[in-house]
């Protein structure tokens, strides 16, 4: 699968993310960096076909009003350690990719998998 991390989440998600055999880019790894606009990350992802991955509520809306990103991550830990959030996600990996499959809209917390229909 193919996934964007967005500018809040650590470069080092991204890294989990290529290591579990997916392709990943950060935005730190885009020519404008973390500088990169919510709508400028959309549209790589849609041209693409990448999973935004993100705690940035502006993509949910985004999400909701235009149907943008196209498939959406969101996680929802609150503040979480970079081990823990990796840990995590590494937990739940096989499953979120699975949902993709079928969902859009998926969001992870320290205790649940919400599927947004």
């Not at 990448?50 to 609150?78: H, Q, Y």
């Not at 990796?86 to 998926?106: K, P, W, Y």
Request: aromatic share 6%; with cysteine; glycine share 4%.
């Amino acid at each position: 699968m193919k996934f964007l991390v967005d500018a809040q989440l650590p470069k080092r998600l991204a890294r989990l993310l290529i290591a579990e055999g997916h392709d990943a880019v950060h935005t730190l790894d885009l020519p404008r960096e973390n500088r990169t606009t919510d709508m400028q990350v959309e549209v790589l992802a849609s041209d693409e076909k990448r999973v935004v991955v993100t705690k940035d509520n502006d993509f949910v809306a985004s999400f909701w009003l235009r149907g943008r990103p196209e498939k959406l991550l969101l996680i929802s830990t609150g503040n979480i350690s970079n081990d823990d959030l990796c840990g995590l996600v590494s937990e739940n990996l096989d499953r979120l990719v699975a949902m993709f499959t079928h969902f859009n809209f998926i969001e992870l917390s320290r205790g649940n998998i919400v599927i947004h229909a």
